[in-house]
């Protein structure tokens, strides 16, 4: 590990003796280049320029009570408490091990009836704010009925946006469109925006903890107002005085690929709560899991059932043999007969099906040196899981089952809690209280040095920082779509989950489809892609968990391009995005974690192109061997997605790539230290 520059630990505060009658505050990144504005004249808002061009012209802010009405608008500006900090962190996994955060920060004080903070901080990267309450007369329990937070967008009618709709059925399960700003109502955070002149920038939210989820809702023009996701009695928020909302984000760069080299939101979450996380590991993982969507097994129960003793100890011999960390086994509780998605109530998660040994098969992994990863399907019944949850994350622990991915499988809105009362109440997965009960059952899980992988989630925020026994989680449109989804995934969609999605977080996409057309060519459903392009997503789509998503079988039969997935590591020493555009390529490099080679993923769209690389990436003095997966010189996705072609070659720093990328191709190169 590289020593930290002597500067890293450096933090500055400059008490502001700005008087009190001030009104407007101007709070500039390190850089220069974002100014964030506020102004308490003729009302409390705000603005943001980048590079000299206003991107957010006058903005409300504030918040509305039950209790006092709007606490916000009428607010004058104070005090203001400046700070300026530039220092490195170190994450326990992720894209880079060293993560800076260089920021200026003011804390406003508000004044009028009542007392609220505005805390601000600008990076050279965008602009992070969000409300603090803090404790006072005449404030105990507090109703949040709505945010008054806007984001006041220019150009909009010359601004396109990249979005999906928000509080649908679907939950997060969409295909992005890509519009103008004006040609959207409500939209759900990330959502990434391209101005006519080239600049980029993101809305979304950090350390969303104890509190309901943002949406957007746009208005007229390109007014966009933030709306929480409420809970079933129609209230946003419950809490008391002394609270903070999570951090309202402004992602800024000046292309594509800078929104991607982004850790604004990283920053924006507290340091690690837990401790020595030295048990959450980082691999790759094979699964009882796409023979279901194939309809060659079943969840539950019977001749077809997916989820014996005798097929989990086959994927284990499978995993054992080309290096894989563990064996993911969905359907092997009681509970899955029938309809799976209603059974919510009736899910049992200690007993296994009786052709299932669940202590064996845990066994027999562990002799190989393969974990069994548990899994936990709620369909959102959450009631009933929390009822359980003790008892079986205690069961997985005694078995040395470290890793589980929960399931909420429930239609948006429909989340079932029972409350105090015994009384069915239904919940959007993206509620205060939903918000509460993932972050519980990820802290229940660290006390028995369990890490969570969570599908039907809520969205991320950064919080893998804070608990980073949260690995990853699903929250988009996942690979299981191209099996039996009408449509399935198009070309562009994973180039759209990287500017767009994954400036969240990691998502446990599960790439890695070998067998693309299992029901020909001509079919509806069917993958999408090159079989390059399936390599590719392993660098490309971010997660620190990644599944080798196909039959262990069609592995076999492709054993050449299998190399790769079984090479390529999902942690990493430093990553960069290093060319790309929203919605049509992406080309990352990144840095295997403790050690000397690299590896690129470039992918694309339903354009083929040919791309020219420098290797500037790679350091100076090395030789290396790049070993590339590329798209074969007939391949297309419709007509020959298998064309493919493995070669290599020596390189160094300076040298130049030309990747040839098909219609929905792609190219993996691991580039080896020699």
């Known amino acids: 590990m590289s020593a930290l520059p002597k500067w890293s630990l450096g933090f500055l505060i400059c008490l502001m003796a700005q008087p009190a009658w001030a009104e407007r505050l101007e709070?500039?990144?390190?850089?220069?280049?974002?100014?964030?504005?506020?102004?308490?004249e003729p009302q409390l808002s705000y603005s943001v320029t980048y590079a000299g061009e206003k991107v957010m012209t006058s903005s409300r802010l504030g918040l509305h009570f039950g209790e006092i009405g709007d606490l916000g608008p009428e607010l004058h500006i104070q005090t203001v408490d400046r700070a300026s900090r530039d220092h490195y962190w170190q994450q326990p996994w992720g894209q880079n091990r060293q993560v800076r955060d260089h920021h200026n920060e003011a804390l406003v004080s508000l004044q009028g009836d009542y007392r609220l903070n505005l805390r601000v901080r600008v990076f050279n990267d965008g602009v992070g704010f969000r409300y603090e309450i803090p404790k006072q007369d005449g404030l105990g329990t507090l109703t949040?009925?709505?945010?008054?937070?806007?984001?006041?967008?220019?150009?909009?009618?010359?601004?396109?946006?990249w979005w999906i709709p928000a509080q649908g059925w679907n939950r997060y399960e969409h295909l992005y469109q890509q519009t103008r700003v004006t040609d959207f109502d409500r939209v759900q955070t990330p959502v990434t925006f391209r101005r006519q002149n080239g600049t980029h920038f993101a809305i979304h939210e950090a350390a969303l903890v104890d509190y309901a989820s943002m949406t957007l809702d746009r208005r007229r023009g390109g007014l966009l107002k933030a709306e929480l996701i409420p809970n079933f009695d129609g209230t946003k928020v419950k809490t008391q005085a002394g609270f903070h909302t999570p951090w309202r984000t402004i992602q800024i760069a000046g292309n594509a690929t800078g929104l991607l080299n982004s850790n604004l939101v990283l920053n924006l979450n507290e340091p690690n709560k837990l401790g020595d996380v030295s048990w959450?590991?980082?691999g790759k993982y094979m699964?009882?899991?796409?023979?279901?969507?194939?309809?060659?097994?079943?969840w539950g129960s019977g001749e077809k059932h997916g989820a014996t003793t005798a097929n989990a100890k086959r994927y284990m011999d499978f995993a054992a043999e080309h290096g894989f960390d563990g064996v993911l086994v969905e359907g092997w509780n009681l509970g899955w007969d029938g309809e799976w998605f209603n059974n919510g109530a009736v899910f049992n998660f200690t007993q296994p099906y009786p052709d299932f040994d669940l202590e064996a098969v845990a066994d027999y992994g562990r002799q190989l040196g393969v974990k069994l990863i548990g899994h936990h399907e709620t369909s959102g019944h959450v009631t009933n899981y929390v009822e359980q949850m003790p008892d079986a994350y205690a069961l997985y622990e005694k078995l040395g089952v470290e890793q589980i991915k929960t399931g909420y499988v429930a239609n948006g809105g429909e989340v079932t809690r029972t409350d105090e009362q015994g009384i069915d109440r239904h919940e959007w997965h993206d509620s205060q209280v939903m918000v509460n009960h993932y972050l519980d059952s990820v802290k229940l899980a660290?006390?028995?040095?369990?890490?969570?992988?969570?599908?039907?989630?809520?969205?991320?925020?950064g919080l893998r920082r804070t608990y980073p026994n949260w690995l990853s989680r699903e929250g988009a449109r996942g690979q299981e779509f191209n099996a039996w989804g009408s449509p399935p995934n198009p070309p562009e969609h994973t180039v759209?989950?990287?500017?767009?999605?994954?400036?969240?977080?990691?998502?446990?996409f599960t790439p890695g489809i070998?067998?693309?057309?299992?029901?020909?060519?001509?079919?509806?459903?069917?993958?999408?892609?090159t079989l390059a392009k399936q390599l590719a997503l392993y660098v490309a789509l971010y997660s620190p968990i990644q599944m080798a998503a196909d039959l262990p079988e069609h592995y076999q039969a492709r054993p050449d391009a299998f190399r790769f997935i079984k090479d390529v590591p999902t942690d990493w020493e430093q990553s960069r995005a290093i060319a790309g555009e929203v919605g049509e390529y992406v080309v990352y490099v990144r840095q295997e974690r403790g050690g000397k080679d690299w590896y690129?993923?470039?992918?694309?769209?339903?354009q083929a192109r040919k791309l020219d690389i420098s290797l500037d990436f790679l350091p100076e003095g090395q030789s290396f061997q790049a070993q590339i997966y590329a798209d074969g010189p007939d391949a297309d996705w419709q007509t020959a997605p298998y064309a493919m072609t493995i070669s290599s070659r020596p390189v160094q720093h300076g040298d130049r790539l030309r990747l040839k990328l098909a219609s929905s191709g792609g190219t993996a190169i691991r580039f080896k230290a020699l």
């Not at 709070?27 to 308490?40: A, G, H, K, Q, Y």
């Not at 949040?144 to 946006?161: C, G, K, R, W, Y």
């Not at 699964?287 to 079943?298: E, N, P, V």
């Not at 759209?496 to 998502?507: A, S």
């Open 600 to 606: 690129l993923g470039a992918i694309t769209d339903e």
């Open 514 to 529: 070998f067998n693309l057309a299992f029901n020909g060519l001509e079919a509806e459903n069917r993958v999408q892609t």
């Open 280 to 282: 959450v590991k980082p």
């Open 27 to 40: 709070l500039r990144s390190p850089d220069d280049r974002i100014v964030f504005t506020l102004s308490d």
């Open 287 to 298: 699964g009882i899991w796409w023979g279901m969507h194939l309809g060659m097994y079943s």
């Open 446 to 461: 660290a006390r028995h040095k369990i890490s969570i992988n969570t599908h039907e989630p809520i969205k991320a925020t």
């Open 144 to 161: 949040v009925l709505d945010e008054l937070t806007e984001f006041n967008l220019t150009d909009a009618s010359h601004t396109q946006a």
């Open 496 to 508: 759209n989950l990287i500017y767009t999605r994954l400036l969240g977080g990691p998502m446990d």
